[in-house]
């Protein structure tokens, strides 16, 4: 047992499940919104959203909102979580609740491990020092060698012209259709595609002084799977495929915009590689001192039929809502709780193979997707109105053709494709400008087909989704917020 545990030592799924029920502890899930753990007090009475945005004005019974007075206009989603734990409101409801709590973040840095301690609260991650380290693109790839897992053909190095970046490609066999991407950086917003001196003249101010990523160019078709590193090894959640870069959706090329989960996301021998890949992966972040939850993202080469790591996330993502709601979580429990464990004052034994075993046949995942919506076009609005949180159903009669079917607090109740859960993110008297965050949405069944096209039922949500705003120019005075204040891989 290690240091400073009790004596309970949890035995079965069922009894983890139990202490989590009955868990007195409070953990908190500071970030934006509620969006990634949305559905976790679910599983535990004492789990708490502390959040800037109020998506559901005031229902949610687990969302804690404080008064925005004069809010700061922030640039990281690190600045969002420093301001709310340091906040009066935060502070006051952190006190109410108890002493010993725990918090959970997406992103942080060493101010908010600070902040935290002076709450009175755990941070139940590893440290920040260490997650800033792995998300390094260039580390990621480094380790990612050692541990037996491919990326996509590379060179590191630096280069402060594109005659420099030809030198490294041709160098390492890659040719001159490139794609560079900078150590940190997310939703394709430090990927760049460089195949003429244009291209990385156009980029410059981005590319040069930095470590570089230079890769082949491949056609891809890209993936997301999340782990957990616990104590008795490496937990595996379900392969699923992205969205990205479709003009509906993102203002950005290579931007993530939604995820599908479905048991036969990309070929079978993928999906064996995807989770062999991610074991090896997290064996070797336990050897960096990493322990709980992580995300990678994978690209199967079209062409060749090769299955490469694209990047790690030591953390909570954008992934997390779907690998949570899916059948494994009803068939055993969240992987995220799996996390939570590796945090909490107490031991447990659990059958890494077998829950992983289990977790890779086809009938432990369903169906369900996601989208992120940000604004496409170029205009500039203070928004009049906005579409509610909860649930929405398609239907042709109604104006835009959805409509309003009732409020609620997550999606696992949306009863088919012809339902939604809507998240609202930019609501009334906020600005919406090109890049800006506007909703997500939820749904059963996929929203991309094999083609990687978007589906019709996705262009009707999304035209849908879009109708329900009004807006007004916004006034000359306003104070905008900087283009992409926080990035969504993030959310």
Known sequence: MRPGLTAQSLQTVSEIRRFFRTAKTPVYFVSATAF????????IPTFRYLNYYDSFDGYHPNVFVPRHHSPPLFESIEEICNYLLGHKDVRDFIRENGSGGKAVFLMFDDETERLAEDAGLEVAFPAASLRTRLDSKVETTRLADEAGVPSVPNVLGRADSY???????????????????????????????????SDFDDNAGDLVGQDLKVMKRIDPQEAAIEGVI???????????????????????????????????ALTERHRELAREYTQRMGDRLRQEGYVGYFELDFLADADSGELYLGELNPRVTGASSMTNVTAVAYGDMPLFLFHLLEFADVDYEIDVRALNEAWAHPGAVDEWSQFILKQTEDDVEQIVHAPRSGIWRLDSSAPGGIRFVRRDTDWHDVSGEHEAFYLRIAAEGQYRYPGADLGILVTR?????????????????????KSQFAGVPAPVEAELPPPEPFSFKML
């Open 36 to 43: 990634n753990l949305l559905g976790i007090d679910r599983w």
């Open 163 to 197: 005659g420099d970046v030809l030198k490294l490609a041709l160098g390492a066999g890659l040719g001159q259709d490139l794609v560079v991407q900078t150590p940190y950086g997310d939703s394709g917003q430090t990927t760049f595609f460089v195949g003429r001196a």
């Open 445 to 465: 069944g996929r929203l991309q087909t094999d083609e990687h096209a978007l589906t019709e039922r996705a262009l009707a949500w999304i035209s849908g989704i």
């Open 230 to 264: 616990t104590r008795h090894g490496t937990l595996v959640g379900p392969l699923m495929t992205e969205l990205t870069g479709f003009p509906e959706l993102t203002p950005y090329g290579g931007g993530w915009c939604g995820n599908d989960i479905f048991p036969t």
